[in-house]
Nanobody, 119 residues
């Protein structure tokens, strides 16, 4: 069984910064893509940022220039550095990963971590 555990969420003021971490554990042969999604109250879950095995990244337009996704393959960990936070960034942030345990990749989700940006 594979688990993704997020940490680093919390309450921050407008313009502040937070760094989210997500560690994958369990029987893992390899991890392909890893990413961060978020879901605000009353809204659908949306992609925030994703990083593929080769290191290429993509971001939703609203966070470009403010958020940076990175990963440490040796630690099965993905990070999301969030700077210049805005109230509209308030949401539950979920880690997501395509994990190969035997032959084929399977998609896993973390339990989520709350990020609240207030004035």
């Amino acid at each position: 069984q594979v688990q993704l555990v997020e940490s680093g969420g919390g309450l921050v003021q407008i313009g502040g910064s937070l760094r989210l971490s997500c560690v994958a554990s369990g029987y893992i042969r390899s991890i392909n893509d890893m990413g961060w999604y978020r879901q605000a109250p009353g809204k659908q879950r949306e992609l925030v940022a994703r990083i593929i095995s080769g290191g290429s990244t993509n971001y939703t337009d609203s966070v470009k220039g403010r958020f940076t996704i990175s990963r440490d393959k040796a630690k099965n960990t993905v990070y999301l550095q969030m700077n210049s936070l805005k109230p509209e960034d308030t949401a539950v942030y979920y880690c997501n990963a395509d994990v190969v345990t035997t032959v084929y990749p399977y998609n896993y989700w973390g339990q989520g971590t709350q990020v609240t940006v207030s004035s």
